[in-house]
């Protein structure tokens, strides 16, 4: 009796610990660094059991028995930091994942991280590439945003049959 | 219990033919549940003990700052910055590669941060 009282309160403490968690740090030492991290809980490598919240970073917030961990929703949250920050784009970005394992794989503690140089308004006169970052939610934005093309653009076959007169057909015209 | 301490290390390695120097910025510590500072590495300038007890010093600020430190005194521009995290909720009993079945009881996090100082040929070639 007491066995089964201690074990189905481990239980509890352990459904409540099981909580996944998305944040974004910034720092602002000379450089504008931003840190995205979002992770879950799996059973058997596979079953959600609960993952962070990308659309309440920060807030401890948790998505139960959904799986929220993708490389999607974290550059989302870069896109959030750029918008928050006042930056222009990204530059140096980098995505890797974690994993922690709990009896095999009965438990998974996966996590993925995207670290990315914000590009301040100015800054993009320096060397190297700058990557606009444009995740679903900006395309969604543009795209309810642009007026529809009044006529559709021509596409030219970059083969067409080409008849020419006194000669036979030719099939491509470089 | 040394083995529960916190360490921070800035390492540097030169290019020998760009003259571009690596420059790898580590910090980790212990947490209990996850929120309070038990051992971390001592970032700080000028430090006394290499682990410091009951302080966070494992951030990006102050990862970051020592970082940027180290490139002023060499008097170049710090770049291709990348952060490398890690957290582990899970504890292993000691000696073996079993966790404590219960998370965030006692928890280790590590920041790293990779950078490349360029010298000053180079920095005029980018403009």
């Not at chain 1, 000379?30 to 840190?35: A, E, L, P, T, Y």
């Not at chain 1, 028995?65 to 980098?94: H, K, P, Q, S």
């Not at chain 1, 007169?165 to 470089?174: A, C, E, I, V």
């Not at chain 2, 790293?112 to 070639?125: C, D, T, Y």
Request: charged share 20%.
């Amino acid at each position: 009796m007491a066995a089964g009282k201690s074990a189905s309160a481990a239980v509890a403490v352990l459904c409540a610990a099981l909580c996944g968690c998305a944040s974004i740090n910034v720092s602002r030492v000379g450089k504008v660094m931003v840190d995205v991290e979002n992770t879950n809980w799996l059973l058997f490598n596979f079953i959600p059991l609960a993952s962070g919240n990308p659309e309440r970073p920060n807030a401890n917030d948790c998505r139960f028995f959904r799986d929220t961990v993708n490389l999607a929703n974290n550059i989302d949250m870069v896109d959030r930091a750029v918008r928050e920050n006042g930056a222009v784009g990204v530059r140096d970005l980098v995505s890797y994942t974690t994993d922690e394992y709990v009896l095999f794989v009965l438990l998974k503690h996966h996590a993925m991280h995207t670290s990315a140089e914000l590009v301040m308004p100015g800054d993009e006169t320096r060397g190297g590439e700058v990557q606009k970052v444009e995740s679903r939610l900006i395309r969604e934005e543009r795209m309810t945003a642009e007026p529809p093309p009044e006529s559709p653009e021509r596409v030219e076959a970059p083969f067409s049959p080409v008849w020419r007169p006194g000669g036979g057909l030719k099939l491509m015209d470089f | 219990m040394t083995s529960l301490a916190g360490c921070f290390s800035l390492e540097t390695a030169e290019l020998t033919k760009s003259g571009d120097e690596n420059v790898l910025v580590t910090n980790y510590g212990w947490y209990l549940f996850n929120v309070f500072p038990v051992a971390t590495g001592n970032a700080a300038e000028d430090a006394f003990s290499p682990t410091v007890l009951f302080r966070n010093d494992v951030t990006m600020d102050k990862v970051q700052q020592r970082a940027q430190r180290y490139a002023d005194s060499q008097g170049k521009k710090l770049g291709d910055m990348a952060y490398h995290n890690m957290s582990s909720v899970m504890f292993n009993i000691p000696g073996t590669d079993f966790p404590v079945p219960l998370p965030y009881v006692l928890t280790f996090r590590e920041i790293q941060l990779s950078g490349v100082l360029k010298n000053a040929v180079a920095r005029e070639e980018e403009r």
